[in-house]
């Protein structure tokens, strides 16, 4: 089966700019999330979707920080304005709604603010 | 949140060496699962475990859940220089449906 698609795979802006990532579940995988990594750390949780619905986003920096999944299949992921801070790896990731479901990412997106 | 302490943190070693690492959870886990990442790429499922005891093998690699649910191991057999990488755990605790990562043990295999 096809993996998580994820582009761009790079990105460079200035801050106080805007970016949008995108990502494609594999197909039938209900639950979408998106994680930030910063170098050298494990994948921080941002916000979980479950089909089109949200389901946690606690961690979320809902005043610069904003994602949809509007028709419960592909996500989009935007920073508004970016901080130096926001640098990192956005990682999508997804698995079916069973219990017993591995979580599998797509190859993220290299963000850099300068 | 909820904590995973992974170890060791780094670990450098001769090609032929067995690497062992493990997670360790202050709380009960439904699901254990070990990734590898090599830069640039995000991380590579190499084995999932969903019962406390379970012992599952991926070619060279063999991890186990723990009896008490709050830890899990990873073991890789005669390492070869592809196993580079960084590898993380990744938990599933007893309530909630987040899963919440380890800091990850970076592997370097010398020749």
């Known amino acids: 089966e096809a993996g998580v698609a994820q582009s761009p795979r790079y990105k460079i802006i200035e801050k106080r700019q805007s970016v949008a990532f995108w990502c494609n579940p594999i197909s039938g995988h209900a639950t979408l999330y998106w994680y930030q990594q910063i170098l050298g750390q494990g994948p921080k949780l941002l916000i979980q979707f479950q089909n089109n619905g949200v389901v946690d986003d606690s961690q979320l920096p809902k005043d610069r920080f904003s994602a949809e999944r509007l028709k419960g299949v592909d996500s989009t992921l935007k920073i508004q304005p970016a901080k130096l801070e926001d640098s990192a790896v956005y990682l999508c990731?997804?698995?079916?709604?069973?219990?017993?479901?591995?979580?599998?990412f797509g190859n993220g997106t290299r963000l850099t603010v300068t | 949140g909820q904590q995973l302490n992974q170890s060791p943190q780094s670990m450098f070693i001769q090609e032929g060496e067995d690497v062992s690492m493990n997670c360790t959870s202050s709380s009960i886990f439904n699901t254990w699962l070990w990734y590898k990442q090599d830069p640039g790429e995000g991380p590579v499922l190499l084995i999932a475990?969903?019962?406390?005891?379970e012992l599952t093998s991926n070619g060279r690699l063999t991890a186990q859940f723990g009896i008490t649910r709050k830890d899990s191991f990873l073991n890789i057999s005669a390492s070869i220089p592809s196993d580079v990488g960084i590898y993380f755990c990744a938990g599933l605790p007893n309530t909630g449906n987040q899963f919440y990562f380890g800091t990850g043990t970076s592997l370097t295999v010398i020749p």
């Open positions: 475990l969903y019962k406390a005891g």
């Open positions: 990731a997804s698995r079916r709604t069973a219990a017993n479901s591995p979580l599998h």
